[in-house]
């Protein structure tokens, strides 16, 4: 397995990253921890989690993710073989992740408090690489990196982009956590995480976590840029568009145990454009003799602002199945057919 430089950190991650937001719903524990033998064994050091997880978010299983990796970690007592990765929530009104009741918010209490129970959790003394799972601003959208503009009103209480790095800076000097990252993010935030770094002596943020796939390359716009000057890598999610992109809910299919069946959750992918764009990507694998998803998964490997791509699967197989696509190369054409795709359909799911 390709090992990749993280941001301008002395850590290498794998190409591939073992994402865990169905450990504790759609995962039972002994299936997570199966997931992560398996990840393991075929080379991947890196395990993506976060303190909302498992999808879909609720009261009642909030944690159990981390408490699974932690398990894993305390069984096998692997925690020097892998990089661990974690994620405090931004703004919300969810009132579940703090004692209080409080909504979730970018303070510097919450902020702590998240960094100790996901310590406690994961059953280690530091989490590898922390990352803001999305803003505490209002954003145009999730994501922040929408394909049309809406104006939004800023929060009263907004925290702001350099008070949020210096609690992080704290913890990194308190050896909790050792490299910071955010997610969901656009260009100015990420610019803004840049130059607050340089200007106050503050940790630089090593990754990015943003969507990325055929139905949604709207990383490429702007932040592909900043990930090449700035050395801030994409983490890229839902590279399979929550499953779309291995034509498995084609005509309307619903697998038993799949995310769509049991909790109609993406109605991003099912309007008319996005579901035409599916079947075109879906078709084009099948026509150059290749496994749908392996083809998104090498197509996203392949970019050079990728640092890893995060993967998730419910079964052994369909992660064996995707872990093999670092073994496959794209030729160049068919690079070129689905860029003519991209041309044709754009981003029809941002």
Sequence with gaps: ??????????????????????????????????????????????????????????????????????????????????????????????????????????????????????????????IDLYQIHWPDRNTAGFGSNPTRWRDVEPAEDENSIESTLEVLADLVKAGKIRHIGISNESSWGTMRYVAAAERYGLPRIASIQNAYSFVNRTFETNLAEVAHREDVGLLGYSVLAQGYLTGKYRDGALPAGARKTLFNRLQRYEHPRALQAVDAYVDLAREAGLDPSQMAVAFAMSRSFMTSVILGATRLDQLETDIAAAELTLSEDVLEKIDALHQEFGNPAP
């Design 1 to 126: 397995m390709e090992q990749r430089r993280l941001g301008r950190t002395d850590v290498q991650v794998s190409a591939l990253c073992l994402g865990t937001m169905t450990f504790g719903e759609q995962n039972s524990e002994a299936e997570g921890h199966a997931q992560m033998d398996l990840a393991l064994e075929k080379g991947i050091n890196f395990f993506d989690a976060a303190e909302l997880y498992p999808i879909p978010p609720k009261r009642e299983t909030q944690g159990r993710t981390e408490r699974i990796i932690g398990t894993w970690l305390a069984r096998t007592g692997n925690r020097d073989k892998v990089v661990i990765a974690t994620k405090v929530v931004g703004r919300t009104d969810m009132d579940w992740f703090r004692e209080n009741g409080a909504h979730g918010r970018l303070t510097r209490e919450q902020i702590e408090f998240a960094v100790d129970r996901s310590l406690k959790n994961l059953q280690t003394d530091h």
